[in-house]
T-cell receptor, first 113, second 115 residues
């Protein structure tokens, strides 16, 4: 059984640029949730995807968007990067009917300069 | 507003000593409650969860937590800490729904274990 994987591991971008982060869900899981974890903070819920549609969103602006693909993998896109977007981005997969049982990937560390 | 408070930013304990990490929550109703651990460079690993029933729940790695409704608390405990327990610990709450699409985390407690 393959766990949740994320790519890339680290990323450095310049303010104003756009970035795409990728997540492969654990085998058998059909739901993906994304979190932002700033340094010294707990993860903050960005949004969740199920059946290729957004199913719940936290307090994040529209420049944070996502996709889910038929194989349940997912992308997080952030446009017009700001310095405050520097964080660890975590992906978690689950089954929709038990999405309180989330399995996290190792994260992507994004640095915006 | 829904929130999770972990009052202790950093705790240091000696190896073999007991441990208690505090967690308080503010929620409209009794939520689902979780404790996660995060080692450096790793994602979050679920230690234990509370949904209903017995208010003392057992988790992995010898951890347990007690839900106290009257105090809106869900404190994590371990009778004897091992050096490998050094990590960041997060308490989290989520809605009582099979579709938990709004999980809230505390700011975390960093645990240091002295030899």
């Amino acid at each position: 059984e393959t766990g949740v994987t994320q790519s890339p591991t680290h990323l450095i971008k310049t303010r104003g640029q756009q970035v795409t982060l990728r997540c492969s869900s654990q085998s058998g899981h059909n739901t993906v949730s994304w979190y932002q974890q700033a340094l010294g903070q707990g993860p903050q819920f960005i949004f969740q995807y199920y059946r290729e549609e957004e199913n719940g969103r936290g307090n994040f602006p529209p420049r944070f968007s996502g996709l889910q693909f038929p194989n349940y993998s997912s992308e997080l896109n952030v446009n017009a990067l700001e310095l405050d977007d520097s964080a660890l981005y975590l992906c978690a997969s689950s089954l929709f009917t038990t999405s309180y049982e989330q399995y996290f990937g190792p994260g992507t560390r994004l640095t915006v300069t | 507003a829904q929130s999770v408070t972990q009052p202790d930013i950093h705790i240091t304990v000696s190896e073999g000593a007991s441990l208690e990490l505090r967690c308080n929550y503010s929620y409209g109703a009794t939520p689902y409650l979780f404790w996660y651990v995060q080692s450096p460079g790793q994602g979050l690993q679920l230690l234990l969860k509370y949904f209903s029933g017995d208010t003392l729940v057992q988790g992995i790695k010898g951890f347990e937590a007690e839900f106290k409704r009257s105090q809106s608390s869900f404190n994590l405990r371990k009778p004897s800490v091992h050096w490998s327990d050094a990590a960041e610990y997060f308490c989290a709450v989520g809605p009582r729904s099979y579709n938990n699409n709004d999980m809230r985390f505390g700011a975390g407690t960093r645990l240091t274990v002295k030899p």
